[in-house]
C-alpha cells in the first residue's frame, strides 16, 4: 500500500453544488464532509479499476455519491469511459432477497479487504453514519462461493430489443 502514490481518478461535475442542491442525505453535510464522501468515493472507483472481474459493493454514502454522480450522465458516461472504457454497472437492491444477502456480505466483505488493503484504513468507518453495507452492488454475484471468494456473477438477462418505431407515413414504408 503506497496511499502518497496512488492516483485518484477526477469526477467530471461539481460534486459539492450537486450534493447541496440535492435531496438525499449529502445535501445537509458541511463541505468538508461532502469533500471526504467524494474521497472515499474516488476510491471505490479506483478498487473497481484495479479489480475489474470481481463485483464490489459500496458503503451507503459511497452509493449516495454514485448515485449524485449517475445523475449527470454525461459526466458520468465520461468519466467511466476514461476510467474503465465502459459503464459502471449499479444493481440497486442485490441482497434484498433471503437468497441473495449472502453473495451481498460476502461481496461487501470482499470489498471492505480490497480497500484496507489498498488504503490501509477501514471500509466502514467506526461509528459514522450511513458507512454500513447497503443492498446494492456494482453487479449481481450469485451465491455459492466461500466466504472471501467471489461466486460466479449472476446471469445478465439479454437485453431488450427496442420497438420498433411506428410508421409515421404508413403509405409510404410499401
Known amino acids: 500500500m503506497a496511499t502518497e502514490s496512488i492516483v485518484l481518478p477526477t469526477l467530471g461535475f461539481d460534486y459539492l453544488r450537486a450534493a447541496k442542491r440535492s435531496r438525499g442525505i449529502l445535501a445537509d453535510m458541511s463541505d468538508a464532509a ?4 467524494a474521497l472515499r468515493y474516488r476510491r471505490f472507483l479506483l478498487l473497481k479499476a484495479k479489480n475489474p472481474t470481481l463485483p464490489i459493493a459500496p458503503t451507503e454514502i459511497i452509493d449516495e455519491m454514485w ?4 445523475l449527470h450522465p454525461v459526466a458520468y458516461a465520461n468519466d467511466c469511459m476514461a476510467l474503465f472504457g465502459a ?13 441473495t444477502r449472502p453473495a451481498l ?5 470482499r470489498t471492505a479487504a480490497l480497500w484496507e488493503a489498498e ?3 477501514p471500509y466502514c468507518v467506526p461509528g459514522a453514519r450511513f ?4 443492498v446494492c452492488a456494482d453487479e449481481e454475484e450469485e451465491d455459492g462461493g466461500e466466504p472471501g471468494k467471489p461466486g ?14 411506428p410508421a409515421i407515413f404508413p403509405s409510404l414504408s410499401a
Open 131 to 134: 458507512h454500513n453495507v447497503i
Open 119 to 121: 488504503f490501509g484504513e
Open 152 to 165: 460466479k456473477p449472476a446471469p445478465k438477462p439479454p437485453a431488450p430489443k427496442p420497438p420498433s418505431a
Open 87 to 99: 459503464i459502471l454497472d449499479h444493481a440497486p437492491g442485490f441482497g434484498s432477497t433471503d437468497a
Open 34 to 37: 461532502i469533500e471526504d464522501v
Open 105 to 109: 456480505l460476502r461481496c461487501f466483505s
Open 67 to 70: 448515485h449524485l454522480h449517475m
